[in-house]
């Protein structure tokens, strides 16, 4: 990621002042976002080491699911370290909703955060996800029900509308806010645009204008000058990063750095990367033996970019069966860069440069 250019002085101060959450303080205002299939414990762990203070979630898990086993999926799995930590849940029926939420406070969420914006097929037959914003009162009766059974607060995350001709963000989020929810965090895209085309800040900032609740801009949020230019552009108290997270766990770290020291962090390295990426696949495997195999070839691709032979390497990765076979092929790469290292080190010693 670039270093920013923008100076410190541009940083509002009240943007370096913990996040208040109802009753919970949150001392960054940079979140990490749920994100089904990444966020798990082994992306986490990298988030928190170069995010201590940020709010980090789990991937979203299906109310009626948990209800209906009676037992916890590894999904919300969540260890001490990982705090603060909020657990995402969907659903459409508001008394699943409020028994899976005792059952994640329960675990140690600290929050309950309630998707009402993932525009995925599969989860908006079900009633779930952004289907919501076309049930605005199904919305509103969730949220009351969570916020009835348990004790810490509830947030949403949602997007500005189901398309253009549908665009209810504010009055949405009026709702939402008078249910009970503690804060909003709102996704600039319509579902139809699910992440195509720019993400539209300008919806963020009169959601922000409207509500007196927190609201936390999603969208777009891919480096410290993009997501300084959404603060400033939206008024919104934080910002919340998603895809530009992937590959890149040091994203959150380094706005969060930047938001409360005006200094920028030195982006890492393609060597400092791929030993990252190395770290990912044996926590992978650690927490999920070789079904964390499988799931790290799509990690793997996201690292491995902005060196010689990232890409053929990119397309050796994406097929490993084995710890064994991905430590081999990041070993050897590593290995690579750094006598690559070493031969510019020598010379620029050799040179007098």
């Known amino acids: ?6 100076p410190s002085s541009i940083i509002p101060s009240h943007l370096q002042d913990p996040l208040v959450i109802g009753d919970v303080i949150i001392h960054s205002r940079v979140l990490q976002s749920p994100l089904s299939g990444v966020t798990d414990r082994a992306f986490r762990e990298l988030v928190r080491r170069y995010a201590p203070e940020s709010m980090l979630y ?3 898990v299906q109310a009626s699911g948990l209800c209906h086993a009676r037992e916890l999926e590894k999904i919300m799995d969540i260890g001490p370290e990982e705090q603060p930590i909020s657990i995402q849940l969907f659903d459409c029926r508001p008394d699943f909703m409020a028994e899976a939420a005792r059952m994640a406070v329960a675990e140690g969420a600290k929050t309950i955060d309630i998707n009402m914006g993932c525009p995925v097929n599969k989860i908006t037959k079900k009633g779930g996800g952004s289907s919501l914003l076309r049930q605005p009162e199904v919305a509103e009766a969730i949220v009351h029900a969570v916020v009835e059974a348990v004790a810490v607060p509830v947030t949403v995350k949602t997007r500005i509308g189901w398309d253009d001709d549908d665009i209810n963000a ?3 989020g009026r709702r939402m806010e008078a249910a009970g929810a503690k804060m909003l965090t709102l996704h600039g895209r319509t579902r139809r645009q699910g992440y195509h085309g720019p993400a539209r800040w300008d919806w963020i900032a009169r959601v922000k204008a409207a509500l007196s609740i927190p609201v936390i801009a999603n969208g777009d949020i891919v480096s410290v000058e993009s997501a300084l230019r959404c603060l ?6 934080g910002v919340m990063c998603s895809r530009g997270t992937l590959g890149y766990p040091f994203l959150v770290g380094e706005i969060d750095r930047f938001l409360k020291t005006g200094l ?3 982006p890492p390295t393609p060597l400092e990367r791929l030993r990252c990426a190395q770290e990912h696949l044996h926590l992978l495997w650690q927490y999920k033996g070789q079904k ?3 799931q790290a070839r799509k990690h793997m691709t996201w690292y491995v970019k902005g060196f010689e032979g990232a890409a053929p390497l990119r397309d050796q990765l994406c097929q490993i ?7 081999r092929l990041l070993n050897q790469a590593i290995q690579t860069l750094e006598t690559t290292a070493l031969r510019c080190d020598s010379d620029c010693f050799n040179s007098n440069c």
């Not at 990621?1 to 923008?6: A, I, N, R, S, V």
């Not at 069966?321 to 430590?327: Q, S």
Request: proline share 13%.
């Open 232 to 237: 400033e552009q939206t008024g919104a108290d």
């Open 292 to 294: 964390g195999i499988h």
């Open 1 to 6: 990621m670039p270093t920013p250019t923008l």
């Open 170 to 172: 504010v009055e949405f």
């Open 321 to 327: 069966k084995t710890l064994e076979e991905g430590d």
């Open 264 to 266: 920028p962090s030195p």
């Open 58 to 60: 789990t991937e979203m």
